[in-house]
């Protein structure tokens, strides 16, 4: 099956953070790909990427990148379709100078920003936004969150089962 999404990182270092992405479109059976380009190192190979998406159809574009985070506003300025920019976290400002690179983006070209080394919620928009045209997608995306529902409401009634002996002077 043709990939519809694709996860981009700048760096194989990011692997990490962006696998998150890769595991929930799994789980969701949405057929993605995932490759590192670099707006720096591969700039050429960046805009190929950007100006053949569409036509090979791609829906969706989940763009990871830390530091100047320039990856996810080259892809958005060479395509149609939407980019979802994760900011990595890196080791000097803690992924805030990768959150302000993503955010910034000129009018006219929107990338939408998830929280730093936020993969997985980037995958959730990308498959909100795919479910909007896909009713078994949209299905199972509502049984994921009805999953989380679940979960917090059990994590709930086991701690009124915790019990505490309070002392009094």
Do not use: C, W
């Amino acid at each position: 099956m043709n990939p519809i999404v694709s996860i981009i990182m700048g760096s194989t270092s990011d692997l990490p953070v962006m696998e998150k992405a890769a595991q929930f479109l799994n789980e969701m059976e949405v057929p993605f790909e995932i490759n590192a380009l670099s707006a720096h190192r591969t700039p050429q190979a960046v805009e190929t990427f950007a100006r053949e998406a569409a036509p090979r159809g791609l829906k969706v574009i989940i763009a990871g990148a830390g530091m100047a985070a320039a990856l996810p506003g080259v892809i958005a300025a060479g395509t149609t379709l939407p980019v979802i920019g994760v900011p990595v976290k890196g080791s000097t400002l803690d992924g805030v100078d990768a959150v302000l690179s993503i955010l910034q983006m000129p009018p006219g070209i929107p990338v939408a920003t998830v929280a730093i080394n936020g993969a997985l919620n980037a995958a959730i928009l990308a498959v909100q936004m795919l479910a909007l045209s896909d009713q078994g997608l949209a299905d199972r995306l509502s049984a994921y969150k009805t999953g989380l529902k679940q979960k917090i409401e059990k994590a709930n009634a086991e701690l009124a089962e915790v019990k505490y002996a309070y002392k009094t002077n």
